[in-house]
């Protein structure tokens, strides 16, 4: 008899949060609105239920949330690093392997990185929010 733990729902909105802030705060520093508005249509990262079954255990949760922290991570830091490419290359095929569309290689993240302070864009997150 094997015993699975399925994964729990703060597990599925962990991954939710993460899909966010790549669509708010990593794709804006790389990608135009328009590109980032095609990767919506295109269901870059798009989760669905049938989603949470193939990733339905506490273990494959975690590998999910640990490679889309790690591609985060990877692409926040400010110098690239030799071996980013290969754990860059690895995560995204984790992705993959678990149905979720990411659709990029390393080399376009490394030369197309904006200026946080020069980044306008309609995805990002207000930094303030006007309460009613």
Known sequence: ????????????????????????????????????SDFKRQKVLHTTTRHYEYFGTLKEAYQVITSL??????????????????????????????????????CQFIDGKNDQSEVISAYTKAANELLV
Do not use: R, W
């Not at 729990?8 to 590109?35: G, K, N, R």
């Not at 990877?74 to 995560?91: D, G, Q, T, V, Y």
């Open 69 to 106: 922290q790690t591609l985060i991570s990877i692409l926040e830091s400010s110098k690239p690093e030799p071996h980013h490419e290969a754990l860059f290359e690895n995560n995204v095929q984790t992705l993959k392997d678990f149905g979720l569309c990411f659709p990029f290689s390393y």
């Open 1 to 36: 008899m094997k015993i699975v733990f399925a994964s729990t729902p703060d597990q599925e909105e962990m991954i939710e949060d993460l899909v966010q802030t790549f669509y708010q705060e990593i794709f804006p520093l790389y990608f135009s609105d328009q590109d980032i």
